[in-house]
């Protein structure tokens, strides 16, 4: 088992930046390729970042040049880093953990699930 515990949520005006981390424990984390993932409301959650075990990212087009995602393997932890925020990106933002990286965009191939964290961005 993988447990996931997201911060770093908050309103924030938009143009602004927030950096969400997810804390990994229960197994070893650099064991697992991890998402990150986002529910608008009435919407269905959607694709927003990939990172494989070794570092290599992937991003959703809609996010892309505006969010990073790293890891420390370290500190079993994996962070959003939002840049250039916009309205439309207003969520909960979840991390999720899986064991390779096929079929990264693809929410029913992660194992592990964070409980989310709110991410607000006014106008």
């Known amino acids: 088992q993988v447990q996931l515990v997201e911060s770093g949520g908050g309103l924030v005006q938009a143009g602004g930046s927030l950096r969400l981390s997810c804390a990994a424990s229960?197994?070893?984390?650099?064991?697992?390729?991890m998402g990150w993932f986002r529910q608008a409301p009435g919407k269905e959650r959607e694709f927003v970042g990939h990172?494989?075990?070794?570092?290599?990212?992937y991003y959703a087009d809609s996010v892309k040049d505006r969010f990073t995602i790293s890891r420390d393997n370290a500190k079993n932890t994996v962070y959003l880093q939002m840049n250039s925020l916009k309205p439309e990106d207003t969520a909960v933002y979840y991390c999720?953990?899986?064991?390779?990286?096929?079929?990264?965009?693809?929410?029913?191939?992660?194992?592990?699930w964070g409980q989310g964290t709110q991410v607000t961005v006014s106008s």
């Open positions: 990172i494989t075990r070794s570092g290599t990212t």
């Open positions: 999720a953990a899986k064991s390779h990286s096929v079929a990264y965009a693809v929410e029913n191939e992660y194992d592990y």
């Open positions: 229960g197994r070893t984390f650099s064991d697992y390729a």
